[in-house]
């Protein structure tokens, strides 16, 4: 149960676009459509902001999109926005049973 | 408004246990996933342990397995945590978490904080 690698940390200025990767394996990533991403600013509760790859829940902004290549995920941001400053976690469903890994987590500064 | 409240956290000495709970409110309690999900200060996000519906399945994370019992009282909405044997790095915010969409976790409580400490 080895946690999903991200990059420690991303930034760049409002308006801007950054995308942040999220690794696996062929055990997690790479075998399920079952990543989502959690936003988490400072002292508060995780928030869910893309589930199965790129589904967006109701109430997410459409600037944030997530895609899939092999045991890669990556979730961009589009048009970057101070609101935006917050940690980012993606997770996975993990093969064999009903259980979870979570990245590694990235923190998102807005210059 | 669905919502889901954490309480049991506190102060316990290596070795020791403590029981959270997590009350939950506006969804279908009994048909759902639920889960737990801890922090520590200044770390990442950690799945904890998670308890099918009808409690006819339990899955826990190699740091917990053998120490940790997840549980739920459906009658009573409340999902429970059992923590034995507690060590310092079980130190941090313990949230618990459903699964109202596929495979993710779209409604958190606010944590409750466990600080194992001498």
Redesign the interface.
Known sequence: ?S?LTQPPSVSGSPGQSVTISCTGTSSDVGI?N?V?W?Q?PPGT????II??VT?R?SGVPDRFSGSKSGITASLTISGLQTEDEA?Y?C?S?TSG?????????TKVTVL | EVRLVESGGGLVQPGGSLRLSCVASDFTFSSRWMTWVRQAAGMGLEWVANIKGDESERNFADSVKGRFTISRDNAKNSLYLQMNSLRAEDTGVYYCATNGLPWAFDVWGQGTMVTVSS
């Open positions: 149960q946690a399920y079952r989502s959690y988490q509760a995780p928030r869910l589930y199965e589904k829940p940690d976690y997770k469903h049973t009903t259980s979870y890994v979570f990245g590694t987590g």
